[in-house]
């Protein structure tokens, strides 16, 4: 059964960093990509940023050029460094992993980023 499992989160002031950590119980090369998801309080889950299998990296708008998603292959997992975060960051963050029949999500960890 695969398991995502998200670490890393907690509370940060504005203009800080954080990065958080997503390990995957399997190979993450198994995924077609792995990504970040955002869900604030009264809020739909939103898109932070993916990278697929081939390596290719997409993100938000909103944290492009602040937030970066990397992976370490032979940790089986995928890290996401936040700098200059913002209070609208603030929520709790997602880990993903889809594959052609299923998508797997982790079970969050709260960020919270302080004016």
């Known amino acids: 059964q695969v398991q995502l499992v998200e670490s890393g989160g907690g509370l940060v002031q504005a203009g800080g960093s954080l990065r958080l950590s997503c390990a995957a119980s399997g190979s993450i090369f198994s995924f077609n990509a792995m990504g970040w998801y955002r869900q604030a309080p009264g809020k739909q889950r939103e898109l932070v940023a993916t990278i697929t299998r081939g390596g290719s990296i997409n993100y938000a708008d909103s944290v492009r050029g602040r937030f970066a998603i990397s992976r370490d292959v032979a940790k089986n997992t995928v890290y996401l460094q936040m700098n200059s975060p913002k209070p609208e960051d603030t929520a709790v963050y997602y880990c993903?992993?889809?594959?052609?029949?299923?998508?797997?999500w982790g079970q969050g960890t709260q960020v919270t980023v302080s004016s």
């Open positions: 993903n992993a889809p594959t052609w029949s299923e998508s797997y």
